[in-house]
């Protein structure tokens, strides 16, 4: 596992966060190319934005690709965004799922017990 660091963001953050996911997804809605999406939302925090973005990818593949059943490079061409970037932004997804699934049961299973022990 890499590196990734979680940031706890404030609620106005976790407002502008909601906000913009919604602007995204309306502008996907109507047509827009998944870059076009993101550039009409409103984040002035090049960290924050840059977070929203990455995230917004991942929603979408979780919903249109494990949901949906959609190719990741069918999705790729209906976002308008490189197979190499969904592809990258699924195994980023991937991981982040598998860090959480972790932490879950570590949390759950304090005696430390692993496995099929």
Known sequence: MTGINYKNYSPEEDRIYETAISRIREG????????????????NDPELRRFIEDDALKIMIAELHYGKGTPLKDLSKMLR???????EANLEMLEDVGIT???IYK???FDGAAGNA
């Open 107 to 109: 949390k759950n299973n």
């Open 101 to 103: 699934a972790a932490e």
């Open 28 to 43: 996907l809605k109507g047509g827009l190319s998944f870059s076009e999406a993101c550039s009409i939302m409103d984040v």
């Open 81 to 87: 965004v490189s197979y190499k970037a969904v592809h």
